[in-house]
């Protein structure tokens, strides 16, 4: 499957942004699937994930409350709700598809295929 994420940008802190993640080559459906991201200088970190039929969800302590993960499998089309904003979310952010199993959610090596990063900054 190849992912495109989108919808990155420049926002001030306390906005909100939408990012999406668009498969292609297989159906979305059959893979749980994450977000993940990355600031300079720093290692890869979990956002959230969602398992394939939507029905499970996992946050990152620090996005509880402020993000949300959802996906249209009829779209083929994952997706990322970004509301109040902090600097400290600024990072390159990552869709990732994981074919086998929800419980290591967390873990980037769970993962099998990754989409290109979108930047999101958000100033202060």
């Known amino acids: 499957v190849q992912l495109q994420a989108s919808g990155g940008g420049l926002v001030q802190a306390g906005g909100s942004l939408r990012l999406s993640c668009a498969a292609s080559g297989r159906t979305l459906s059959s893979y749980h699937m994450g977000w993940f991201r990355q600031a300079p200088g720093k290692e890869r970190e979990f956002v959230c994930a969602?398992?394939?039929?939507?029905?499970?969800?996992d946050f990152a302590d620090s996005v509880k409350g402020r993000f949300t993960i959802s996906r249209d499998n009829a779209k083929n089309t994952l997706y990322l709700q970004m509301n109040s904003l902090k600097p400290e979310d600024t990072a390159a952010y990552y869709c990732a598809a994981n074919r086998v199993v929800f419980r290591t959610a967390p873990d980037p090596r769970s993962y099998d295929y990754w989409g290109q990063g979108t930047q999101v900054t958000v100033s202060s």
């Open positions: 969602i398992s394939r039929s939507g029905g499970s969800t």
